[in-house]
């Protein structure tokens, strides 16, 4: 277990693990949660165990849509998205670890596709 | 007349021109200024709600300190503008380190933490003109149509930044579709995810939220779905596999209004 990248995860995000009751209504209501390999409470869990390099190779960390349904839905406050953005920065903040490569863009465009999908993806998945 | 700075973001300017037009016309026949700075940046779509991220959050910052400069309130239309602005504004007013850090990049004549007030087009209809004045300016009522708003999930939450609504029982859109004549459609899925930015690298995800959206609402009724977010709109037209026509509220707006041609009549 790496003690910095846990500490990192949780400055960077703000949260106290240690509030979550496991009830999992975060993984509950969780738009994601179909093509989640680690479900928002683990990810609360994960981290507070210090399991940090597991979530960052999981796919997971590009499957949560940024709703905030998890963050307004937790009966304590935890607030899993923002542990799940922590996580997500920690692997992309990585050199050579951008999930996108903005030249694959053009052949994602078609003529309706709002400019707003697209800078969205590069604050999620290019640092 | 009152006074806003208007924010329109990127996507108003491009695939979107119809939600900034008609929001422009509309405002005006209901005696209230849109001013646009000179200068603005693109928002970038999404909060990133990390302490150790300054720079992602500035453009938001410029905007906000551009209203304050000019003692105005701050309207935007697109949720995700919304989004970002006022998340923006919640943190810094309310993380002092994240102040410290936001103003110690920017430099500004004076500091900026967090006293422009942020509106959403639809809380500047409910609290500035009032749903009441505005139902008396309907000129093409939409009479008997059954009109399923669609909040998602950027225009409500966090409620705690946002604080425009109850975040589970919403009521200002529907509100808005009283006052524009119409009746309002109350479906399960109007506070869930579209799928949002998904949309780019995996179609089969944003395909399977945006359809549970579009039946949901078929499903009660609905003759057609609006929207105040681009991207909501684009999720529920392209990747659905349940059809409703899909508008922006201000298309509808617009047209109880009298200053768009009634196209769903």
């Not at chain 1, 093509?35 to 390099?53: A, C, L, S, T, W």
């Not at chain 1, 998890?70 to 999930?99: T, Y």
């Not at chain 2, 995810?193 to 009660?220: F, H, M, N, P, W």
Request: neutral net charge.
């Amino acid at each position: 277990m790496d003690k910095n990248l846990k500490e990192q995860v949780l400055r960077s995000s703000g949260v106290n693990v240690l509030k979550c009751m496991r009830c999992g209504k975060c993984s509950g209501t969780c738009p994601s949660y179909d093509e989640m390999e680690y479900h928002p409470h683990q990810f609360v869990y994960m981290v507070e165990r210090g399991d940090i390099e597991t979530l960052m190779k999981s796919k997971s960390i590009y499957k949560c849509l940024t709703c905030f349904a998890c963050v307004d839905r937790c009966p304590r406050n935890v607030e899993p998205a923002k542990v799940v953005e922590a996580v997500r920065l920690a692997a992309v903040r990585q050199q050579g670890n951008n999930h996108m490569n903005p030249n694959q863009i053009p052949e994602m465009l078609d003529d309706d596709l709002p400019q707003q999908a697209i800078v969205t993806a590069f604050r999620k998945y290019i640092k | 007349m009152e006074t806003f700075t208007y924010y329109p973001g990127c996507t108003l300017r491009t695939k979107a021109k119809d939600l900034d037009t008609y929001a422009r016309k509309s405002a005006e026949c209901l005696g209230i200024n849109l001013e646009e700075p000179a200068d603005w940046q693109c928002c970038g779509g999404a909060y990133t709600t990390a302490k150790d991220e300054i720079a992602t959050k500035l453009s938001a910052v410029r905007i906000l300190n551009s209203a304050k400069e000019n003692n105005r309130p701050l309207i935007t239309v697109c949720s995700a503008c919304h989004n970002v602005i006022k998340q923006t504004n919640y943190d810094i007013s309310n993380d002092e380190e994240m102040a410290a850090k936001v103003n110690n990049y920017l430099k500004l004549p004076e500091p900026y933490n967090g006293e422009t007030t942020v509106y959403h087009y639809l809380e500047m209809l409910r609290d500035v003109v009032g749903f009441d004045n505005l139902a008396q300016k309907v000129v093409n009522p939409l009479k008997g149509k059954k009109i399923a708003a669609y909040y998602g999930c950027l225009l409500l939450r966090p409620s705690k930044a946002l604080a425009m609504d109850d975040p589970e029982n919403p009521t200002i859109m529907e509100d808005f579709i009283k006052a524009i004549g119409g009746t309002p459609v109350i479906y399960a899925q109007r506070n869930e995810c579209c799928g949002g930015y998904i949309t780019l690298e995996d179609k089969a995800q944003a395909s399977k939220r945006s359809s549970a959206v579009v039946r949901s609402a078929k499903d009660q009724g609905a003759d057609m779905i609006i929207t105040a977010c681009p991207l909501c709109l684009y999720n529920l037209k392209k990747n659905s596999d349940a059809e409703l026509p899909v508008y922006y509220f201000t298309d509808l707006l617009a047209e109880a209004l009298g200053l768009k041609e009634v196209q769903n009549g």
